[in-house]
């Protein structure tokens, strides 16, 4: 026997259940709803350990999305999960360049990842924003990269991609970094992850 | 130092270092490469273990993709990472009726979910479908239903809706229905999970 229960009612219940699992473990109460929102996606509590955040990372993200930042992400995933209806209440928007044919083209013929050419295209955006990175580590390499150049300030870092190559050492360097970031050290995250980690800021914003 | 390397090499790199970790556990050939394709898009390795299909599953998929069947999912998000170039080159398209203007009226007249009333739109389609659930329980539970009522023939389930509550059982509903079926058994899944396995269906047919 299933019970009928409303949806945001599921939500509320699942997060009561995901509380009780965790159990006798504290989580930063700063980063609390971030990482239960990650858990909450993806049912895998091993984002209770593998996320971790630059000092006051979650307040500054919610302050830059109050401000109206846009937020660019490397999968059209990714930004199918954000919610955009939030975000353009606050002024921001979702940018994905990685499905332009031109970006197909500029690195085609630079021998490099779209993704790479994605990151260039987001550097000369004339908001602030957060990158929300859920699979591509040339992403994070190259951000670092402009980051170090002096070409790019991300109001925050979301460097979550999932994979076995290049990932858990990409996901390194932004730790290393001087901006504020928030990251799933290790192998996992993915496009789910990255959308979740935005949502949980927007929601704590406007529920 | 983080080594260059070309995309599909990445992909190929790391099946390859999956394959390495899963080390003496045999996968049965017919799902590994969808088993594999979910791990790779989760770096979590507990869909070696909760995957379960029935009696050629993949097969059966694989053989309605190749006859130009369409993809019904109940998210955006699965739909954005399903392959829509290749299927579309079989002849199949993707549906997600929840974001539809009128699902969202009627499942509020009606009091029931919107992924409710998005399966029984889906049930309408002429064409035989996949229906590859990433995130609603109700979906699930409604698909069996009309399974049951006579009124819905899938020619695949992709059960792997994610989450706490009501999730585990619409899932043994699937488990126990006449229908094929690709299940994540528990609470683990999600659009990704989703989008992965309907992607490594058609990757066997067209790589």
Redesign the interface.
């Known amino acids: 026997m ?2 009928q ?1 409303k ?1 945001m009612d ?1 939500e509320r ?2 997060f009561e ?2 509380t009780e699992i965790l159990g006798e473990r504290k989580l930063d109460p700063e980063n609390e709803l971030v990482i239960k929102r990650a858990i ?5 509590f ?1 984002y209770a350990d593998n996320l971790v955040f630059s000092e006051h990372a979650v307040l500054k993200g919610i302050e830059a999305l109050k401000s109206g930042c846009d937020i660019v992400t490397d ?3 990714a ?3 954000i919610n955009k209806t939030i975000l353009a209440k606050l002024g921001g928007q979702v940018h994905c360049f990685m499905a332009e044919p031109d970006v197909a083209e500029e690195a085609k013929a630079r021998g490099i ?1 779209r993704a790479i050419v994605s990151m260039e295209r987001a550097a000369k955006l004339p908001k602030p924003c957060i990158f929300a990175i859920g699979n591509a ?1 040339t992403a994070l ?1 190259r951000i670092r990269e402009m980051m170090d150049a002096g070409e790019l300030k991300p109001a925050l870092i979301v460097g979550v991609p ?6 858990v ?2 996901k390194e ?1 932004i730790i290393e970094s001087a901006a504020p970031y928030i990251v799933a050290r ?7 992850i990255a ?1 979740a980690i935005c949502n949980a800021m927007l929601y704590q914003i406007t529920r």
Do not use: W, Y
């Open positions: 299933i019970e229960i949806p599921i219940r699942s259940i995901i909450h996606t993806s049912a895998d091993d999968t059209q995933m930004k199918s999960g990842t580590p390499i999932v994979g076995f190559v290049n990932v050492e990409s360097l290790g192998r996992k995250g993915g496009s789910n959308a």
